[in-house]
């Protein structure tokens, strides 16, 4: 019998510790892994923040003030 296609699959591991089943993007990677798609602000714990956005903040980070986006005032 003929083996069916295998599909491209997501490089990352889960939390479970299987292969993600999710498609790749061209990185390799699904969009809720790629760093390049996810949100990336800071939390309030100290880590990364990983809302799949797209690029660019999240909801709930896009209002909030960013020191290396702000411009310095002297005097």
Excluded: N, W, Y
């Excluded at 061209?26 to 390049?36: F, I, K, Q, T």
């Excluded at 990983?50 to 020191?67: D, I, K, S």
Aim: glycine share 14%; charged share 25%; hydrophobic share 25%.
């Amino acid at each position: 019998m003929d083996q069916p296609a295998r599909r491209p699959r997501c490089r990352a591991i889960t939390r479970k510790g299987f292969r993600c089943p999710i498609g790749p993007r061209p990185s390799g990677l699904c969009h809720v892994h790629d760093p390049a798609v996810q949100c990336g602000a800071a939390t309030r714990r100290g880590g990364r923040c990983g809302v799949a956005t797209g690029g660019g903040p999240c909801r709930t980070h896009r209002h909030e003030h960013h020191p290396d986006q702000a411009t310095l005032e002297l005097g």
